[in-house]
């Protein structure tokens, strides 16, 4: 499940085609989640940290399976680790509800498995085990340190690969436009939306978007870097389409606040001839740098 979520991870900021099967719906959408601010932590994607976890546990899982631990199962320290991915869960859950709006459906299962294993781990520690949950800790260092022949080349891998994935990694999901070239026409329409491209184009792209829409701002991305590509060939044009609900009558309930205001700056950008370098700030900005311009507007 972890690995499905890295793939699509990737593909989704990656492949301007891709579409995961869980994208069912506006709260049911596993992409809405992928591409959210929050699906990194310390530059790795969190469906990463899950493999990594996972993996983690398995090493724990074949340890106790030697010959080595006489028969010790580790569940005490397998019930603590377990304990630690199910606050992360409901950490992760939070998100999803108050800050997100919508839920991975592939998520979801994921903190199934980690309440799984933490029922499992303490089951199996209250029926068969022979010490507590804290004391058997202990026990379980102490097995540990007799086995760090075999225990910590383990840990120091996970430790070398989780530091070279931080240092390392590529941010892919950092998209960013290309820059915007004198040679490349801008100008605007008979009824005054912006565009940029051809002047005599072959193919005109209209684009509605809304400044707080996450697909939409990696759809933008890719079509400014086709625009950048075939400049004498394709004219995108840009037209609001903020899903605010205090500037779009079809929203009846709050969603995308502040995506009008934006909307509204960028046309003031637009009178003053900067509307593509206003623009494309503003479907860079994260959510901390779009706040003080809502204090500014307000």
């Not at 979801?108 to 799984?116: C, G, K, R, S």
């Not at 058997?136 to 022949?149: A, N, Q, T």
Request: net charge positive.
């Amino acid at each position: 499940d972890s690995i499905y979520l890295a793939v699509s991870h990737y593909r989704v900021h990656s492949d301007v085609g891709y579409s995961s099967f869980c994208a069912v719906s506006r709260a049911l959408n596993c992409d809405t989640a992928s591409t959210s601010q929050y699906a990194v932590f310390l530059n790795i994607p969190l469906a990463i940290w899950g493999v990594i976890g996972y993996l983690f546990v398995i090493a724990l899982v074949l340890i106790a399976g030697t010959q080595a631990t006489k028969r010790a199962r580790l569940w005490p320290v397998i019930f603590w680790t377990a304990f630690i991915y199910s606050l992360g869960s409901l950490a992760l859950a939070a998100v999803s509800t108050f800050l997100i709006h919508s839920y991975c459906i592939m998520c979801i299962v994921t903190y199934l498995v980690n309440f799984a294993l933490l029922y499992y781990a303490w089951f199996i520690n209250k029926r068969y085990g022979n010490t507590g949950l804290l004391g058997g800790v202990i026990v379980d260092v102490r097995l540990f340190w007799s086995l760090r022949k075999i225990f910590f080349p383990i840990i120091a891998g996970f430790l070398i690969l989780m530091g070279g994935l931080i240092i390392g990694m590529p941010n892919y999901w950092e998209m960013k436009p290309p820059s915007l070239k004198k040679d490349i026409p801008t100008g605007r329409t008979e009824d005054g939306h912006p565009w940029i491209g051809a002047e005599n184009p072959e193919l005109e792209i209209v684009e509605f978007t809304d400044y707080l829409c996450t697909q939409c701002r990696i759809k933008h991305f890719y079509l400014r870097r086709l625009v950048a590509e075939n400049s004498n060939k394709i004219r995108l044009i840009h037209r609001h389409f903020p899903m605010d609900h205090k500037f779009n009558p079809l929203v009846k309930k709050p969603y995308h606040i502040g995506s009008g205001t934006l909307a509204i700056f960028s046309i003031y950008a637009t009178e003053n001839n900067a509307f593509w370098k206003a623009n494309d700030k503003f479907f860079q900005m994260n959510k901390w740098e779009i706040q003080p311009v809502f204090r500014i507007a307000y």
